[in-house]
Structure formats: structure tokens, C-alpha cells
């Protein structure tokens, strides 16, 4: 004989009926006891492996950046530096002596001191050109030009040339262009306006150029002023350069000019010339360059001229004084 049913309690009581009353079959979810274990939705193995790979992968990441961090540091904490700026492109020119210079620290520094495409070490050549005298290769200290509408034979302060404060001697040159055809100007320097007259320098006419040496004497007054005179129909202009601005030569190479030249040779061995000129009637000033009071050799004859020339052992200064075009080449023993 069965017993009546019995709905199950439990902490929350029976389960109450459903809405419309009826009763529900079959076996009924029921509130655990206290304690028991409350089942739960599983991990699959799939999500399990993407998760460890996506894992894996981003360790690697992180190793390989700490890594790269590593190689930078490190050189520069114990002693490195920065990079070596690169080397400057290959040149064709010819190589110079090496000597120690203080590093660079910028390509653009390494590349301002590379040598320049073509240099070599071929010595200097002479720059006296045509009529006037381009040798020295600074600026002028005076220059001042002028004309003559009639002739001037006195120390006008209209036309007077100041010279500037100066140390040692000056090469003063001065060129002339004039419409007659026996147009000529000279100059006369002075140690002051109405002064003493302290060098008259020769006369050149039209299309020439004529050099001298002032102040060469520092026993003797020093000069303020310089007067130009000349015939009229005359244009001149005057120019002053330092002794050190005129260019230096190497000893024993050929020099070549047309017109006056002046230039420096450096002490070394004596040194034989040939001076050989073609034309009008030129003449070679040898100076020793520690004293240009006086010349220690005075050639000179008419062209077609031939003309033995000695540069001493100590720094010379070598004057020519040429209406066309000369040659100064080295005797070297063998002509």
C-alpha cells in the first residue's frame, strides 16, 4: 500500500506550484544543502592553448625589447660613445702630408675638412697681370685715383693721399692712362703735409705701372702723406699694400708674369735664376726681406734680355719692374 506524496523542504521551504496550478512533473532543481559543491561551467582545451600561445608570445615580445635596450645602453654606461661621423667621399687629389687635429664631431665638420676634388701641391704662381700690379692678395690699406685736367707740378692738398698708421714697409704701386702720348705722372711721399720729403719715386707714362718700396729705413721718418704730379689729360690711381701681403713663391719654381711683379721666396738653399724678357727694358731687385732699405742685386738691359739673377739663402723679396711679358726659371746645373 503506498504511501501519500510528500513534496521535499528544504532552507527555502516547498516549491510553490506553478502559475496556472499544475503541478510539475518530473524530478525538480532543488537549492543544495550548506557546503555542498556547486557545480560550474568547465574551461574548453582549445581557449586553454590560445591563451597559453597568446602568453608565450607576448613574453618573446617583451625579452626581445629588453634585449635591444641592452645593446644600446650598455657601450655608452661603460665608456662608449657616440658613433663615428662617417668618412668623407674618396677624392682624385694628391696626398698631403698627415698630422694630429682634434676630432670631429659631426659629418658635416668631417666633410668641410676633406681636400677638394683636383688639389695639388703644385707651388704657387705669380698673379702680375697686364698694367696693373694684382700680385699682393689682400685688400689695399689706401687706394685713391684721380685726373689731371692740366698739369700739376706742386703739393696740392686737393689732390694729397693720406696714408694710413702702418708697420714696416709698403709697396706703393701706381698705374696711368693718359691722352698724350708723352703723358707721365711721378710721386713724392712726405712725413707730413709741408713736411720733409721722405722718397720721390720714378715716373711712369700711359699703360704702365710703376712700384716702390716706402718706409723700408725704420731709422728714417715715417711717411703721412704722398703727392701725385703728372701732365694733363692724365688719369692715375694710387695704391698701398704691406710687404707681407704680396704672395709667396716656393724656391726654385719658374715664375712667369706680364707687367711688374712682386713676390716672396723662403729661405733655403741659394738659388740661381735666368730672367729672360722679350721686350722693353726691364730690371730685377733682389732684397733680403729682413731689410728692404737698399737691393743686394740690380740687373737690368733691353729686350731681348737674358739676365743672371741670385736669391740668397735667407727669405728674399724679388721686384720686377716689366713692361710685356718674362720668364724667372731655375738654374738647376744643367743649362
Known amino acids: 500500500m503506498s504511501s501519500p506524496y510528500t513534496p521535499p523542504t528544504g532552507p527555502s521551504g516547498p516549491h510553490e506550484p506553478s502559475e496556472d496550478g499544475s503541478r510539475v512533473e518530473g524530478p525538480q532543481e532543488y537549492a543544495p544543502a550548506y557546503g555542498s559543491a556547486k557545480p560550474r561551467e568547465g574551461t574548453s582545451v582549445k581557449t586553454a592553448i590560445l591563451l597559453i600561445g597568446v602568453a608565450a608570445l607576448i613574453g618573446l615580445l617583451v625579452l626581445g625589447a629588453l634585449l635591444w635596450a641592452i645593446t644600446r645602453t650598455v657601450p655608452t654606461l661603460f665608456g662608449g660613445g657616440e658613433e663615428d661621423p662617417p668618412a668623407p667621399p674618396p677624392t682624385t687629389a694628391v696626398a698631403q702630408p698627415t698630422q ?41 690699406l689706401l687706394s685713391k685715383e684721380g685726373e689731371f685736367t692740366e698739369t700739376v707740378l706742386e703739393e696740392s692738398d686737393e689732390i694729397a693721399i693720406e696714408v694710413p698708421d702702418h708697420d714696416g714697409p709698403l709697396l706703393i704701386t701706381w698705374s696711368v692712362t693718359s691722352d698724350r702720348e708723352s703723358g707721365g705722372v711721378f710721386l713724392n711721399a712726405h712725413e707730413s703735409k709741408s713736411g720733409e720729403m721722405t722718397e720721390h719715386m720714378g715716373s711712369v707714362s700711359d699703360g ?112 720686377v719692374h716689366a713692361d710685356g711679358g718674362w720668364t724667372l726659371e731655375p738654374r738647376n746645373g744643367w743649362f
Not at 104 to 122: D, F, H, I, M
Not at 209 to 225: C, N, Q, S
Not at 295 to 302: A, D
Open 208 to 319: 704702365q705701372t710703376g712700384m716702390w718700396l716706402i718706409d723700408a729705413d725704420p731709422d728714417e721718418p715715417k711717411t703721412t702723406v704722398i703727392y701725385p704730379q703728372g701732365n694733363g689729360d692724365t688719369q692715375w690711381k694710387v695704391q698701398g699694400f704691406p710687404v707681407s701681403e704680396v704672395p709667396r713663391v716656393e724656391r726654385g719654381a719658374e715664375v712667369t708674369g706680364s707687367g711688374p711683379g712682386v713676390f716672396a721666396v723662403p729661405a733655403g738653399d741659394e738659388q740661381d735664376y735666368r730672367f729672360t724678357s722679350e721686350e722693353g727694358v726691364p730690371r730685377v731687385e733682389v732684397y733680403d726681406a729682413d731689410d728692404l732699405s737698399s737691393w743686394h742685386q740690380f740687373e737690368y738691359g733691353t729686350g731681348p734680355v737674358e739676365l743672371d739673377v741670385t736669391a740668397g739663402s735667407s727669405d728674399q723679396i724679388l721686384m
Open 100 to 140: 694630429e687635429r682634434e676630432p670631429t664631431t659631426s659629418p658635416s665638420a668631417a666633410a668641410s675638412s676633406a681636400p677638394t676634388r683636383g688639389e695639388t701641391t703644385e707651388p704657387e704662381r705669380p698673379v702680375a697681370q697686364g698694367g696693373s700690379l694684382q700680385a699682393p692678395t689682400g685688400d689695399p
